[in-house]
């Protein structure tokens, strides 16, 4: 590996830096560029009536300006320009933007395209960098400007033959393109010459985007640039700076963000991130940062899962499941650590007022207030802790073990998951924890049971007494047993002591309901303790409350 070919890209010289200072306090003008920037990096592009749905689908989301195409590349692209616009697709709060080379006959046949539009960005751009300047065009430094001001007077002279009405409804947006590469100064030597041909215009102002076309330094050198680009432009309050985030090195929402911070008014990207090479800025990942800290994002991703689903199938591309909050183990722990945090943090939750300040450890927001559930919170895999099967087990199924229990059933799970070299789903988990202490009558087992409740004199102030009689299986032996005791359970317990089990006492008990209607059943637990002072857990599961008790015994002497 050969560094020595590589430099650094030159940097702005600032003397006093105002954004490490500051914060993102509001949500800057969004524009998508799924339908361009996006659909030109997809393998299959999408047709017209799949981008129809798309576009329907980011109206749906909150964009209020979206880039819709190039419509002077093709066919399709003109016409699905035109579609929108004839077949009223177009809130009357949207705008849509097209993007346009700094060239005559393709700037006329956009003009062509937007013709009715009930608003519209003209989207101009021209390469500015050393290379482009050098390879791509053999120009020099003012034959650049000359195209970008040339490009600029084409849209004036287009727009003569529209009436005022619909001149006053298109808006010019201009990039100098590879910005990210391009000598800051001359970056604003060239917008100053596109301002002046244009007009500056406070009600109507321009836009710079500024965009990263290839992400080639830091974000923090991104956002020297626009600081640096916004002090130094003559008519900033006549002018929007826009960002344009690319993700070469991994930190495009970090450029995004630290840009926002030093002034950018606005931001294009795409859903998840797509775009040519790495892609472009996720726009759900930024929205929803801001979310975090509690900004409004004015885009509604509220039902994320439909979202990225439609997003697959329009684009036939997969969100990988590390993806900030739409990944599919966005909101999963495999740790046990994790779990144990996340579960006691959510039992807590539930405790809360609605409004309450969100602080569940290891989960940056509520997975509700996206569409997700808990379900997929905590997953099992030989790194689990003691608390997250407790957790699927009560969450999913209604097993609310007692903590003393937990890793009892961490020890299995954990072991099972070793064995499967795999994480277990959520069935697996249940399934084994039934058959170890439910299911388990592998020592001891109860063929036929019965009790008798006996109430003695009240004159005596005796408690009431119950009898039981009935028929075990032990070791393979039918054995019938008998007892009194002051309930079911007590009752059992004295009759198993004319047997060869150990003796023990009962040194733990809980119980709760599970399902609902006729399905309600008991579920007990219950830990057993031995004269030597070993332990076990049980687990009783039964119709019949008093039953529940007894078959946990039962399941405690089956460990």
Known sequence: MNAKKYRPIPQPVMEKRIWPSKRIGKAPLWCSVDLRDGNQ???????????????????????????????????????????????????????????????????????????????????????????????????????????????????????????????????????????SMTEIDYAIEICEAVGNEWGWSKEKPIIFNLPTTVECYTPNVYADAIEYFGSKISRRDCCIISTHCHNDRGTGVASCELGLLAGADRVEGCLFGNGERTGNLDIVTVALNMFSEGVDPKLDFSNLPDIADSYQEYTKMDIPPRTPYAGGLAYTALSGGHQDAIAKGLAARAKMGVDDVWDVPYLLIDPKDIGRKYEGIIRINSQSGKGGASFILEHNY???????????????????????????????????????????????????????????????????????????????????????????????????????????????????SIGEGSDTCAVAYVQITTKDGKKAWGVGKSSNVGRAGIEAVVSALNQ
């Open 41 to 179: 990096a997809l393998i299959d592009p999408m047709g017209i009536d799949t981008k129809l749905a798309y576009f329907d689908l980011l109206v749906k989301i909150g964009f209020k300006e979206i880039e819709i195409c190039f419509p002077s590349a093709s066919d399709t692209e003109f016409d699905f320009c035109r579609r929108l616009i004839d077949e009223n697709h177009i809130p009357s709060d949207v705008t849509i933007q097209v993007l346009c080379q700094a060239r005559e006959h393709l700037i006329r046949r956009t003009m062509e395209a937007i013709k009715g539009a009930p608003g519209a960005i003209f989207h101009i751009y021209n390469s500015t960098s050393p290379a482009q300047r050098k390879y791509t065009f053999n120009k020099s430094k003012e034959e650049i400007i000359k195209i970008a001001v040339d490009g600029v007077k084409c849209i004036k002279e287009c727009m003569k033959d529209l009436g005022e009405e619909e001149r006053n409804k298109i808006r010019l947006e201009y990039s100098p393109e590879s910005f």
């Open 398 to 512: 209604g097993y609310a073990v007692p903590k003393a229990m937990q890793p009892a059933i961490g020890a299995l799970i954990k072991e099972e998951s070793d064995k499967a070299q795999r994480e277990l789903k959520s069935e697996e988990i249940l399934s084994f924890f039934e058959n170890q202490w439910i299911k388990n009558r592998s020592r001891l087992s109860i063929v036929d049971f019965a009790s008798t409740q006996l109430e003695s004199g009240r004159e005596s102030g005796s408690v009431e007494h119950v009898s039981c009689r009935g028929i075990i299986r032990l070791e393979g032996e039918q054995i019938a047993i008998g007892g009194k005791g002051n309930g079911p359970l007590d009752s059992f317990v004295s009759a198993l002591s004319s047997t060869s089990l150990p003796a023990f006492n009962i040194s733990a008990f809980s119980e709760h």
